[in-house]
Structures are given as C-alpha cells and as structure tokens.
Nanobody
Framework: QVQVVESGGGLVQAGGSLTLSCAVS????????MGWYRQASGKQRELVAA???????NYADSVKGRFTISRNNAKTLMYLQMNSLKPEDTAVYYC???????????????????WGQGTQVTVSS
C-alpha cells in the first residue's frame, strides 16, 4: 500500500517563505512523475511543480522563480520551497505520485495516481 503524506503548511505573511514536505512510503515498481498541485477555494486543482519521468522539472508560470521543487534520490521525500509568497498562493497543496505498480502495468503504460491528504497554505496580505 502506497502512502503519500504532506506536511509543512501554515499561515505566513505575504513575502514570506514556507517549505512543504511529502513523504512517500510503500512498494512502487517504477515512478513516472512526482509533483505538487494546489487547489484554491472554488477553483480547480492545478499543477504547481513536478518532476518528469526523466527528472526534469516543470513549473506553473505563476510560481516560476519563486518556488523550487526537490526530492531525494530514493524518491521517498519531496519538497516544495516557496519564497516570496503572495495571497494568491493560498490553497490546499497536494503531493502527487504517478507510478507503475508492476512490470505488466509498465509495459502497458498503465499508471496509478497516489495523492496525499493535502496541507493548507494561507498567505495573508
């Protein structure tokens, strides 16, 4: 059973910083992508930053230059360093892992998505 657990959210003033952490545990055959998403109240969930299967990073235009995604080599920990926070960054932030469960799924390009429970980030003006 794969578990994904976020931590590190909180209340911060505009211009401040926060670091979110994501702990991934359980048996995974092969990782595809790993990333951070967020969902503001009344809005759809959106991609914030992610690692591609090849290890490249992608960022939403709204966070480029302010947020940095990182992870350890074992892919059991992933972080989102958030600097120069703005009120519009307020949202619930989710960690996502997309992975292949076994060799048959890998050969069939069939992935599963694992989500954490989310962590609230509130930026006050």
């Amino acid at each position: 059973q794969v578990q994904v657990v976020e931590s590190g959210g909180g209340l911060v003033q505009a211009g401040g910083s926060l670091t979110l952490s994501c702990a991934v545990s359980g048996s995974i055959f092969s990782f595809n992508t790993m990333g951070w998403y967020r969902q503001a109240s009344g809005k759809q969930r959106e991609l914030v930053a992610a690692f591609t299967r090849g290890g490249r990073t992608n960022y939403a235009d709204s966070v480029k230059g302010r947020f940095t995604i990182s992870r350890n080599n074992a892919k059991t920990l992933m972080y989102l360093q958030m600097n120069s926070l703005k009120p519009e960054d307020t949202a619930v932030y989710y960690c996502n892992v997309e992975a292949y469960n076994n060799v048959e799924d890998y050969r069939s390009s069939r992935t599963l998505n694992y989500w954490g429970q989310g962590t609230q980030v509130t930026v006050s003006s």
